[in-house]
């Protein structure tokens, strides 16, 4: 999923993403996710994707350690 935000503003070290085009959605960040020299009124383009192989990693993960979970009682 791509779309586009604009840095509204940034308090504290987060910044105040509004997705366009509505510009009604907030995303709260951390500003050091943004591309340096980043600024309020900036355009940003966001790309969102699943990291497959990742997501698997993490699944089989978990699983081992229900299953020793469940072979210890």
Same mark, same amino acid.
């Given at each position: 999923?791509? #779309? &586009? ?5 940034? *308090? !504290?070290?987060? $910044?105040?993403?509004?997705? %366009?085009? *509505? %510009? ?7 500003? #050091? #996710? ?10 940003? @383009?966001?790309?969102?994707? &699943? ?5 698997? @990693? $993490?699944? $089989? %993960? $978990?699983?081992?350690?229900? @299953?020793?979970?469940?072979? &210890? !009682?």
């Amino acid at each position: 999923m791509n #779309f &586009k935000a604009t840095l509204d503003r940034i *308090e !504290n070290g987060i $910044a105040v993403l509004l997705i %366009r085009p *509505e %510009r009604t959605t907030q995303i709260k960040i951390p500003l #050091f #996710f943004l591309p340096e020299g980043s600024e309020e009124g900036d355009i940003l @383009n966001i790309d969102i994707t &699943k990291d497959m192989p990742e997501t698997e @990693n $993490a699944k $089989a %993960r $978990a699983s081992t350690l229900l @299953n020793n979970l469940k072979s &210890k !009682n």
